[in-house]
C-alpha cells in the first residue's frame, strides 16, 4: 500500500465512495470498504505534501536506444 | 473590295525591301528575345484549366479568362515550395518568366511562384490538407482518446529552448509536483521540424512499449509557443498530422496561442489553447486535489454512516418482524396446546377416577342403607331374640327359687360336687341377691 501512486490512490478512493454510495453492500464489506478508504486518503494527503518531480530528456543513441538523462545535465552540456 | 489585306501586306514587303528569309529557329529565337525582353518576369491572372503532372514532377497547365488562354509550365525546384495542390478551376495568381518552348514553337509562362487569388497560400494548403485529412476520418471525435486523469509521466515534444517548455515547467513549480516529465527535444520551425516533431511521437510510442505498463508515458504534449503562421507551420504539416493520429499514446496539442489553430489541434485527442493550458490540464492545482480528497473523506464518511443506519434500522426492524411472528407464533401454538388440552382433559384420568369415585361413594352410600336397613332388620330380630332369651335366662329361673353358685374367687358356675373341696368359698346367687360361704361338707347327693 505504501508504494501505490497519489493518482492510483485516488481512483480508488473514488471507486470506494461510490461503491459505498451505491449502498448495497454487506455491513461487513463497506466496513472494509471504510477502513481502506481511510487508508487511502491518509496516503493522498501524505502524498500531496510530499510530493517531488522529477525532469528528464529522452535521448536516443547512437545504437538506437532509448535513454533518460535528468534536464539540468542535458543544460549544462550546452 | 478587290484586294484583301494580306495581299497588300505582302506585296508591299514583297515590292519595298530585299528578300531576307529565316529559319524556322531564327524567327522563333528572335521572337524569344522580343518577347523575353518586352515582359521579363510577370505576375498574370487567371482560372486553371488541363493541370497535369508527368512523372518528373513537372506540372502543365493553362491560365485562361473568358477569351483567352495561356499555357503554363511548373517545373519541380519551384513546385516543391509551393504548399497547396494546383486544381482545374482554381483562380490563381502566377509570377513567372514568359518565353517560348522552341520546339514546339508555343509561347508560355514559366511559373516560379503561385498564390490562390483571394487567400493566402498557406491558407488553401490548409484547407485542402484539412479536406483531405477530414475525408481520411483523421479528425473523426471516435479517435480521440481520453486523456488520462492526473497522468504520472508526460512526454513533451518541443524545443528545449523555447517558450512552451519554460510555460510548462513554470506551470509545474505551482502544481502538485508528483509527476515525472519526459522531454523529447525538436526543431519546431524551419528545415527539419516536420520530421523532427514526427519522429519524437513515434519516438516515444517505441520507448514506451519498452517500458513496463505502470512505467509507461500515459499523455503526451505536443506543441511550441506563439509565432506567425509560417513559424508555427510544422504543425499543420501531413506529416506531423499522421504521427499524432497514429500514437497508441493519447497526444494534447498545444501550439501557439488562443487563436492560432493548426492541423495538429484537429488531429490530437485534446487541444489546448496554449502550452500553459496544456500544463495545467495534466498537472492539478494541490488545492483543487485537496478540495477533492476532502470531499471524498467526507462522502466516505457519510456513505458508511448511511449504510451502518440502514443496517441499524433493518436490525431493528427485523427484530420487530420477529417479536411479532414469534408472538403470532405464540398464539397459534397456545390455540393448538388449549385444543390438545382439552382433548386429554376429556380423557384425563382424574376424570375417570372421580367418575369412578362418584360411583363409589354412591355404592357406599347404598351399601350403609343397605347395611342400616339390615341392621334394622337384625336389631328387631335381635330385640325379639333377646326377650326369647330373657324368657330362658337362668336368672329367670332363679325367681322361680332356683339358685347358682360360683366357685371363689373364678367365680367358675359349680356343675359337680368334684369341683369343691373343704374350706373353699362358693357365692350363691340368688334371684336377689348373693350368699358367700365355705363349704362345711361335702357328699354326692341324691
Known sequence: MAEIKFEEALKKLEKIVEDLEKGDLTLDEALKRYQEGIELSRICSQRLESAKKKI??????????????????????? | MSKTLPDLITETAYQKEPRHIYTVSEITKD???????????????GEVSGFSRIPTGTAFFNLKDSASLLKCVLFPS????????????????CFGRMSIYEKEGKYQLYVQQIEPKGIGSLQLALEQLKQKLEKEGLF??????????????????????????????RVLERRFKDVHIIINPVRVQGEGAKEEIAQAIKDFNLYNQQLMRDQQIK????????GSIEDLWAFNEEEVARAIYNSKIPVISAVGHERDFTIADLVADFRASTPSVAAEMVLPKKEDLKERLNDFNQRLKRAFLDIAIDYQQTIDNSAYRLNLATQHIIALDTNQF??????????NPLNIILQHKDKIINLVRQ?????????????????????????????????????ITFK???????????????????????????????????????
Open chain 2, 219 to 226: 499523455v503526451l504534449i505536443v506543441g511550441r509557443g506563439g
Open chain 2, 338 to 347: 388449549n385444543a390438545i388440552r382439552n382433548k386429554l382433559i376429556l380423557f
Open chain 2, 78 to 93: 519551384y513546385a516543391a515550395s509551393i504548399k497547396f495542390e494546383i486544381k482545374d478551376g482554381m483562380s490563381l495568381v
Open chain 2, 140 to 169: 473523426s471525435p471516435r479517435h480521440k482518446r481520453p486523456i488520462p486523469y492526473l497522468p504520472d509521466r508526460i512526454g513533451i515534444v518541443t524545443s528545449i529552448s523555447g517558450a512552451a517548455i519554460e510555460d510548462i515547467l
Open chain 2, 367 to 403: 351399601s350403609h342403607l343397605r347395611i342400616e336397613y339390615f341392621i334394622k332388620i337384625k336389631d328387631a330380630q335381635f330385640s325379639k331374640a333377646i326377650e326369647k332369651l330373657n324368657s330362658l335366662s337362668p336368672l329367670n329361673i332363679l325367681s322361680r327359687g332356683y339358685s
Open chain 2, 31 to 45: 521572337i524569344k528575345i522580343i518577347l523575353e525582353n518586352t515582359f521579363g518576369e510577370v505576375w498574370v491572372e
Open chain 1, 56 to 78: 528528464d530528456i529522452l535521448v536516443k543513441n547512437k545504437k538506437g536506444e532509448f535513454e533518460l538523462k535528468p534536464l539540468d545535465e542535458v543544460k549544462t552540456e550546452q
Open chain 2, 408 to 446: 371363689m374367687p373364678t367365680e367358675e358356675i359349680l356343675k359337680d360336687i368334684r369341683s369343691v373341696k373343704l374350706g373353699d368359698k362358693i357365692k350363691t346367687r340368688l334371684h336377689k341377691g348373693e350368699i358367700l360361704s365355705e363349704v362345711k361338707d361335702v357328699g354326692m347327693g341324691s
